[in-house]
């Protein structure tokens, strides 16, 4: 799960992080007072999970309560990489002397974690990695032994931080990487990290995203799920149990196990069209489940035509067979839907829907014949 800014800055300060004073607005009236609060000059943000919110206008600074007014009503609603943004956070301004750049994230192949340290923050990292690769200084770190204060100093002084950052910086970095650790994070990144011209370091920016395979010991992300805006596809499917994502195509897509299913969208995509989500149903292709998926696709506006794509394995495909006519008496579906049946008892599977086979309901003998159709039926 991907924290807005607000949540990863109550999440570091959990674990100690010096962040500004601030809080949430969803109203203009909402930001005055925060702003009232917290003093002026203020920064007025967007809380929307796309980065470069400050170059797409997301990001002011106000001076006044009509400075307050003007931006927070400009930028509430205002559409970011898609992203309407719905809520902000007003917090205090800091002056700024120097930018940095501080992440933590998983280095899977080399099984450790991956520390990344740069002087030259407050512009996108990947930038600097095109740019000036030898700007970022990245360290290792042996998931057992940690990082510690000695080895975090080092780090700093490699990275070349300003003297009077250094200290400090190293410190928070400590405090950042037990964030990252004990706060079950796939990535805890602040950019800018900030020095002020007072010699303070802080986070400006928070970007974390939380493991969701430990939500078990983390009891307090449910009031972060609970600030979630989720596609009401995807919500409709949480709902029901399915594993589906939501995506932009017109071509809705069913298969059984996780695999199949990203093939299936790479095969609509070889064949020219789009697929609209990625649904796996896994084992369970009974007529309750294929009920469910079908009515989830149905409800997404943009889908022209549904690709079903199983091959039987443990599930057998006679009893997908019969899960799909018997889902298609319980949900009217408004698309064409296309079967692509293969696997442990097709011969039966497809002859139990032959007599029902329709303008409506087509089998295809292979893959890329169905999602050949599938996509001809979505044009
Ligand atoms: P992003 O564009 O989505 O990464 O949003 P950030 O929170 O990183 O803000 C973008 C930029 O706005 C930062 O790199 C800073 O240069 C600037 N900014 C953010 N907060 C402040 C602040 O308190 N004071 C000043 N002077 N600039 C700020
Ligand atoms: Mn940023």
Request: glycine share 8%; proline share 4%; with cysteine.
């Amino acid at each position: 799960m991907d924290l807005f800014e607000y949540q990863g800055k109550q999440y570091f300060a959990r674990y100690g992080i010096a962040v500004s004073p601030g809080d949430v607005a969803d109203t203009v009236d909402e930001a005055v007072a925060v702003a009232e609060r917290v003093g002026y000059p203020v920064v007025v943000k967007a809380q929307v999970k796309v980065g470069g919110r400050g170059k797409a206008g997301g990001v002011k600074l106000a001076n006044n309560v009509d400075e307050v007014r003007e931006h927070a009503g400009n930028i509430l609603g205002l559409d970011i990489k898609g992203h309407v943004v719905r809520r902000l956070w007003v917090e205090r301004s800091s002056d700024i002397e120097k930018e940095y750049y501080a992440s933590f994230t998983l280095d899977r192949p080399n099984k450790t974690h991956l520390g990344m340290l740069s002087a030259q923050g407050g512009v996108e990292i990947e930038v600097v990695a095109e740019e000036n690769p030898d700007a970022i200084a990245m360290i290792s770190i042996d998931p057992v032994r940690g990082l510690d204060i000695e080895t975090a100093r080092r780090w700093v002084a490699e990275a070349n931080l300003d003297e009077p950052a250094r200290e400090q910086t190293a410190e928070l970095l400590v405090k950042l990487y037990d964030c990252y650790t004990r706060g079950d994070c796939d990535l805890a990144e602040i950019n800018p990290l900030i020095l002020t011209p007072d010699h303070k370091v802080h986070a400006l920016d928070a970007k974390v995203t939380l493991d969701e395979n430990a939500s078990y010991r983390h009891p307090e992300w449910e009031e972060f799920r609970a600030d979630e805006f989720e596609d009401p596809r995807e919500k409709m499917a949480k709902e029901r149990g399915l594993n589906y994502i939501g995506l932009d195509g017109t071509v809705g897509i069913i298969a059984n196990g996780a695999g199949l299913a990203m093939s299936t969208l790479d095969v609509v995509n070889q064949v020219g069209g789009a697929a609209a989500n990625f649904l796996d149903i896994g084992g369970g292709a009974n007529a309750d489940v294929m009920a469910a998926a079908l009515e989830v696709i149905n409800a997404d506006p943009k889908v022209r035509s549904i690709f079903v794509n199983i091959f039987g394995g443990i599930t057998r495909v006679d009893e997908v067979a019969n899960g799909v006519l018997e889902a298609l008496k319980r949900v009217t579906i408004t698309s064409p839907i296309v079967l692509r049946l293969d696997g442990t008892n097709a011969v039966e599977g497809r002859a139990i829907l032959a007599p029902h086979l329709n303008d409506h309901l087509i089998t295809e003998p292979t893959m890329i014949d169905a999602a050949r159709r599938a996509v001809a039926l979505a044009k």
